[in-house]
């Protein structure tokens, strides 16, 4: 069988390759780089353009945000994601604007306005069905250092940006340039490894390690869930397809706490509190739902 060729591979016609060069030249004149991310968004220039305004419109207009800020938050939304590259990148532009070296040393050397959000930008990436309308009225509660209506809203789709967009870096695989974090992978360090360095063979192999394990504590669950229809009656197989289903999401959604701390590569964890917070399943059976916002 013969299947076209994806379009994704396809050469650009000479009309869109101009477009795409325009960007890319852009780019490299108003950052002096040309950023991984870009890279990969070139495949759909159309794309590239649309999140290049975006990302224009939130770190450098006019804007209730010091610059400094913008990024700092930045910072603070892909470390709870665990993305080094984006951790990295910010922190750079962190300090091209002009912002305070000292606290890049970790979110305990922030002011007390910027650690404030520490807590909603917990949930927001890992439990937003949490978040209540106490979450804002504690930010915006008049007081040395609360926060103006304009700015917080500000934060917030900073936040949600950046939550959104590692996702996207891990999702394509994106790695750091030469110059961030010594061009190494985004993925945290595998537990298992030592602290000389790895060759690619053994991170390979690591990550083989890493699929094992979970295959095993997979495997674990499913012996469970058999012993336990043994022992209650009347359990149909569906129920058991839907428990087995339910199992194996939460082995994906939730990362295994190996990989936690004190694997972190220290540029992220030192902007972590509470690292141990993540998803966790809000829809488990026979369990009270908790409060959700609706929209009509």
Not at 61 to 78: E, F, S, V
Not at 149 to 158: C, D, F, G, T, Y
Not at 234 to 251: H, I, N, P, Y
Request: aromatic share 8%; hydrophobic share 35%.
């Amino acid at each position: 069988l013969r299947f076209p060729p994806l379009p994704i591979l396809q050469t650009p016609q000479e009309g869109g390759e101009s477009s795409l060069r325009q960007l890319l030249i852009k780019a490299f004149v108003s950052a002096g780089r040309v950023d991984h991310v870009a890279m990969v968004m070139g495949l759909h220039p159309q794309y590239l353009s649309s999140f290049w305004k975006t990302q224009y419109l939130l770190l450098r207009m006019d804007g209730p945000l010091p610059y400094h800020k913008r990024h700092y938050i930045a910072i603070m939304a892909a470390a709870r994601h665990r993305c080094s590259y984006l951790v990295g990148l910010h922190m750079g532009e962190f300090l091209q604007v002009g912002g305070n070296p000292a606290w890049l040393q970790g979110l305990h050397c922030a002011p007390p306005k910027l650690r404030n959000l520490n807590e909603i930008n917990k949930l927001l990436a890992h439990r937003p069905w949490l978040i209540t309308n106490e979450h804002i009225e504690a930010l915006l509660k008049p007081g040395e250092d609360s926060w103006s209506l304009a700015e917080l809203v500000q934060a917030l789709v900073l936040l949600t940006h950046y939550h959104s967009l590692a996702s996207f870096v891990f999702g394509c695989g994106i790695k750091p340039e030469e110059d961030q974090d010594g061009g190494n992978g985004c993925w945290p360090p595998s537990p298992h490894s030592d602290s000389s360095p790895a060759s690619d063979d053994s991170v390979e192999g690591s990550g083989g390690k890493d699929t094992m394990q979970e295959v095993e504590v997979l495997m674990e669950r499913m012996k469970l869930l058999q012993e336990n229809q043994l022992e209650e009656e009347g359990v149909t197989q569906e129920e058991m397809a839907m428990r087995f289903e339910l199992e194996k999401m939460e082995s994906l959604l939730v990362p295994p706490s190996g990989i936690l701390d004190p694997s972190l590569q220290s540029n992220i964890r030192c902007f972590l509190e509470d690292p141990e917070f993540g998803y966790k399943d809000f829809t488990r059976r026979g369990e009270q739902a908790p409060p959700t916002f609706r929209a009509q």
